[in-house]
């Protein structure tokens, strides 16, 4: 008995379909949430993991608004410098 495409057999019975063996032990795909609290507690817990990320992400972006500023404030300050020398050399 071959097998067409559309899943059934060449002689019309339907073909068996083929469950996915799940392993002992193996959790479900999506978690079953058996109250409202239980449901409140996952968001919650998900909110606090967001805002922790985006804090993370605020400090990272301050310590690269800082080290900019460092580096245009070390590009100015020899600017400054070689300006002096220029003036110095003029005179």
């Not at 409140?40 to 690269?64: I, K, P, T, Y």
């Not at 460092?70 to 300050?77: C, F, N, T």
Request: no cysteine; aromatic share 2%.
């Amino acid at each position: 008995m071959t097998r067409r495409r559309s899943g059934t057999t060449v002689h019309g019975a339907p073909a068996p379909v083929i469950q996915p063996a799940l392993r002992v032990g193996a959790r479900p795909l999506a978690p079953k949430i058996r109250s409202t609290a239980m449901l409140l507690l996952n968001e919650e817990l998900a909110r606090a993991r967001m805002r922790d990320a985006e804090a993370v992400a605020a400090r990272a972006r301050l310590g690269v608004r800082v080290q900019a500023a460092h580096k245009w404030q070390r590009r100015a300050d020899k600017a400054v410098r070689r300006a002096r020398l220029a003036a110095a050399e003029i005179l």
